[in-house]
T-cell receptor, first 110, second 110 residues
Framework: QKEVEQNSGPLSVPEGAIASLNCTYS??????FFWYRQYSGKSPELIMF????GDKEDGRFTAQLNKASQYVSLLIRDSQPSDSATYLC??????????FGPGTRLSVLP | DVKVTQSSRYLVKRTGEKVFLECVQD?????MFWYRQDPGLGLRLIYF???????EKGDIPEGYSVSREKKERFSLILESASTNQTSMYLC?????????FGQGTRLTVV
């Protein structure tokens, strides 16, 4: 059974700080890694994806991937109250299916 | 922009009814998915489809069936709705990279 694990939180950070969200996965065959943001009562929306080891930056967001450690993280710089949401980590192997983690709830305090 | 549209945002049905949830995507994606999301259980895959008339069971197919007669449309059918099928239902489509979600249908079975 392929598994994706995340701390459920809530993770609380003050406004302007860096929020660090972590995710581990069990399947070494995983090839693609995704971060989604989900506001309460809404559907998940894609923030970014990463395929290669290292960092990938998109605005205030940075995804980090370490395949050897089976670890992927999302950093949010200059956190804003509007970033308060649940963040879902997802992984995909060579197949077409996605395996989602349970999500980490982030609360950015004004 | 990818657009995935689910037919209803909120739905209330009676126990024993046959329920149809419709999903349409406008990006010519091959892959479509149905998930349900419950507090504490995360996103669970019900069924997915790689192509027209193709379907595969996910992790929790019991009590559900699907139909994909056209590439853009993927329907989820609850054969005889039960109260334990009260949930948020999410449709997604993918062309092999990221998955894009519809707005979700919150189904209540009374």
């Amino acid at each position: 059974q392929k598994e994706v694990e995340q701390n459920s939180g809530p993770l609380s950070v003050p406004e302007g700080a860096i929020a660090s969200l972590n995710c581990t996965y069990s399947d070494r065959g995983s090839q693609s890694f995704f971060w989604y943001r989900q506001y309460s009562g809404k559907s998940p929306e894609l923030i970014m994806f990463i395929y290669s080891n290292g960092d990938k930056e998109d605005g205030r967001f940075t995804a980090q991937l370490n395949k050897a450690s089976q670890y992927v993280s999302l950093l949010i710089r200059d956190s804003q109250p509007s970033d308060s949401a649940t963040y879902l980590c997802a992984v995909k192997d060579y197949g077409q299916n996605f395996v989602f983690g349970p999500g980490t709830r982030l609360s950015v305090l004004p | 922009d990818v657009k995935v549209t689910q037919s209803s945002r909120y739905l209330v049905k009676r126990t024993g009814e046959k329920v149809f949830l419709e999903c349409v995507q406008d990006m010519d994606h091959e892959n479509m998915f149905w998930y349900r999301q419950d507090p504490g259980l995360g996103l669970r895959l019900i069924y997915f489809s790689y192509d027209v008339k193709m379907k595969e069971k996910g992790d929790i197919p019991e009590g559900y069936s699907v139909s994909r007669e056209k590439k853009e449309r993927f329907s989820l059918i609850l054969e005889s709705a039960s109260t334990n099928q009260t949930s948020m239902y999410l449709c997604a489509s993918s062309t092999g990279t990221a998955a894009f979600f519809g707005q979700g249908t919150r189904l209540t079975v009374v």
